[in-house]
Every structure is written in C-alpha cells, then in structure tokens.
C-alpha cells in the first residue's frame, strides 16, 4: 500500500516569497492533515480536512496561510507571504476518519532566508 | 487546555541498558493515546494506539503502557537502531483534535 506522499522535499525561498506544498494521502483515507514541525519541537497541527471540509484551522495563521483539498482527495497548502520563522518542516497525514491512526509522509523542509 | 508533556528531553543509554520515557497528559476526555518513532529528516512513524487505562502493547523491545494521566514507553535492552526521536500524542473526545509532545531524544550507544 502507498503511502502519504509529499512534494517538493525541501525549498528554500526569500522571506516575503510564496511557497505552495502538495500532500497525497493513502488511497481510502477521508481525513487529512497538516502540521507544522519546528526544529526540537513536536508537530502542531494546522489544519484538519475531513473529506473535502475544514474540520479545525484553529491554528492556522489566516493571514499568510491558505489550503485546499478541492476533490477530497489531495491537498496543498500555502505560505504568501513568508516569514523567517516559517522555517519548519511541513508534514502532511491522513488516516481513515477522524479520531484513526494517522499515517504521515517525509515532509517538507522549508528554510525562509 | 490540552497539553502533553514528554520527559525527558534526551537520553543516552548503553546498548542493552532497558529504560522508559513518560507521556503525561491533560485532555478533555481522552479517546486514544499514540506513540511515534520519528527518525531524522523522516516523518512520524506509528508505533501504538493505546485506548483506555491499564491497556499495554508490544512490539518488538517496545511496550506501551496507559494510566489515566500518563503513558510509558519501555524500551528492553535497546540496540543502537533504536536510537530516534520517540513521539507521543493524545487524541481528545471533544473535537478529535490531536496533541503532541515535543518528544525524547533517544541515544544508544554500542
């Protein structure tokens, strides 16, 4: 079985640039989630789709963060503009519904300069 | 407010010297308990659920342990391979919103 696939692995971008990362979750999986993992810290948790709805973004900076899963299968999630301390990586999961195991991918490793 | 506390923060052993690393937690109603194996420049790998006090778990030199305000990971005679950043979350009734710890930072030494 595939799992949580994740792109692009690492980018580095200019403090006030754009930055858009792509998450596929496991074939079947309804929810889907992204957190925000700091260096030394454990993941914080952004953003919660359950199908193609927002299920908790309480977290979620509004003002410079954006995400979508349009079709309720993948998601992306945006960063405009960035800031320095946007530097984390940004991990993606799903799992069957909401309350289920969560399965994550690699990450990606965002550096803001 | 919800929050989990992982202690401690780093830990070395020797190969073969058995310990265990705490996961304290206060929720609103707990619905699963979670640990996670995160090697470095990997995402989180799921080890356990664990459900309800007095509940335990194996796997390998693993074991999970529940109580109600706190969960133990045991680790027997660890080999180096075990060396990694050991993650736990609580899963509350009220929301489904899941919280992590910050972690332990696992060293075994040959």
């Known amino acids: 079985e595939a799992g949580v696939a994740q792109s692009p692995r690492y980018k580095i971008i200019e403090k006030r640039q754009s930055v858009a990362f792509w998450c596929n979750p496991i074939?079947?999986?309804?929810?889907l989630y992204w957190y925000q993992q700091i260096l030394g810290q454990g993941p914080k948790l952004l953003i919660q789709f359950q199908n193609n709805g927002v299920v908790d973004d309480s977290q979620l900076p509004k003002d410079r963060f954006s995400a979508e899963r349009l079709k309720g299968v993948d998601s992306t999630l945006k960063i405009q503009p960035a800031k320095l301390e946007d530097s984390a990586v940004y991990l993606c999961a799903s799992s069957f519904s909401s309350g289920e195991t969560q399965y994550f991918g690699p990450g990606t490793r965002l550096l803001v300069l | 407010e919800d929050q989990v506390t992982q202690s401690p923060e780093a830990l070395r052993l020797q190969e073969g010297e058995s310990s265990s690393l705490n996961c304290s937690y206060t929720?609103?109603?707990?619905?699963?308990l979670f640990w996670y194996r995160q090697d470095p420049g990997k995402g989180p790998e799921f080890l356990f659920t664990?459900?309800?006090a007095g509940e335990e778990k194996e796997k390998e030199r693993l074991k999970a342990t529940l109580t109600k305000k706190e969960s133990f990971l045991h680790i027997t005679a660890p080999k180096p391979e075990d060396s990694a950043t050991y993650l736990c979350?609580?899963?509350?009734?009220?929301?489904?919103?899941?919280?992590f710890g910050a972690g332990t930072r696992l060293f075994v030494k040959a």
């Open positions: 664990l459900y309800s």
């Open positions: 074939s079947g999986h309804a929810t």
């Open positions: 929720v609103s109603g707990l619905r699963g």
């Open positions: 979350a609580a899963l509350n009734t009220g929301g489904f919103k899941t919280i």
